[in-house]
């Protein structure tokens, strides 16, 4: 995986602007330890869906260790500590049952 450069040219978002700090209270960065090295990085983004439930993308959980990943909440810029920040350790790893199109009602992943 490439580190992300937050200097390098990024064409992905256009006219687009910087949001105030914690102004999407819902957003998270869900994080791995990708390299078994003590530091996690940031895989991909999430949403709140409750107090202790957050959604992800699918392709972003590469394996169901729970302990590999953690939750950080608050977060402005990853790049630098702003003291709004809680990290939250994931619990469990529930995915879509093989075989089934739609969720069931209570498999959404709690961190």
């Known amino acids: ?4 450069d937050p200097n390098a040219h990024n064409e992905r ?12 209270k819902w957003q998270i960065s869900l994080q ?3 390299y078994d090295d003590g530091y996690h990085y940031h895989i991909c983004g999430g949403s709140l869906i409750g107090a202790s439930y957050v959604v ?11 302990t590999l990943y953690r939750v ?6 990853i790049y630098e500590y702003g003291g709004t920040e809680q990290i939250i350790g ?3 790893i529930t995915g879509i049952p093989t075989g089934t199109k739609t969720w069931p009602r209570d498999t959404i992943s709690p961190c």
Not at 1 to 4: A, G, H, I, R, T
Not at 56 to 66: K, N, P, Q, R
Request: hydrophobic share 40%.
């Open 1 to 4: 995986m490439v580190p992300f």
């Open 32 to 34: 791995e330890n990708i």
């Open 90 to 92: 994931v619990e469990r």
């Open 72 to 77: 950080v909440a608050g977060e402005h810029n």
């Open 13 to 24: 978002v256009i006219g687009g602007y910087d949001a105030p700090p914690n102004y999407w």
């Open 56 to 66: 992800t993308a699918a392709h972003c959980i590469s394996s169901l260790d729970a």
